[in-house]
């Protein structure tokens, strides 16, 4: 079967909400609207075969420097064949390429990430998803999601100082510059 990752369109709005709110009918992802979709779906990629969306994830930016892999899904009959990683893959290159330093996620699923190079952060270590979205979840004082970081460009072409401290790095209270500690 022949899959293209491409920019979502708004035809492909149906298959991206009936893959992420099948998860969160789980409980293992959050109910997107059709509103949240149609606002977020400059930020969506989909995986397609023969017509149909097997698959989704987006981009969303917390800060200039930071972006949130979100809504990642794939179809239940399309798992355990490397679409997630693709998918995950095409929006960290999209990142890059769109400047931003850092991407982060909250998920159920932190050995997938870090299989990728995401590295485990405390989920307070992400404050600007905590305060944007997070703070308005049912879910909020007993999240089960676990923090995940990539930094998307080499320590020595960081800017002065990341988006998030990270270790080994400084923070913004520093009188140097950022680098290896």
Request: with cysteine.
């Given at each position: ?13 149906e298959?991206?909400?009936?893959i ?12 997107r ?48 064949h ?9 929006l ?5 390429a ?6 982060c ?6 050995s ?5 190079g ?18 308005f ?17 080499q ?21 140097v510059?950022c680098?290896?500690?």
């Amino acid at each position: 079967m022949q899959v293209t990752i491409r920019q979502a369109t708004p035809a492909d709005m149906e298959g991206i909400l009936a893959i992420v709110n099948y998860y969160a009918g789980q409980d293992l992802m959050l109910y997107r609207t059709r509103e949240q979709v149609e606002l977020a779906l400059p930020g969506f990629l989909v995986a397609v075969a023969e017509g149909a969306v097997i698959a989704c994830g987006s981009l969303v930016e917390l800060t200039p420097e930071l972006v949130e892999v979100r809504s990642l899904a794939v179809a239940p009959d399309q798992q355990n064949h490397g679409l997630g990683r693709r998918m995950v893959s095409a929006l960290v290159e999209r990142a890059r390429a769109a400047g931003y330093v850092q991407a982060c996620a909250l998920t159920l699923r932190e050995s997938f990430f870090n299989g990728l190079g995401f590295e485990t952060v405390g989920r307070w270590t992400l404050a600007p998803k905590i305060w944007q979205e997070c703070i308005f979840c049912s879910k909020f004082h007993a999240c089960d999601e676990i923090g995940v970081l990539m930094n998307l460009v080499q320590p020595a072409e960081l800017p002065n100082c990341p988006a998030i401290r990270l270790p080994g790095f400084c923070d913004s209270q520093a009188s140097v510059g950022c680098g290896p500690a």
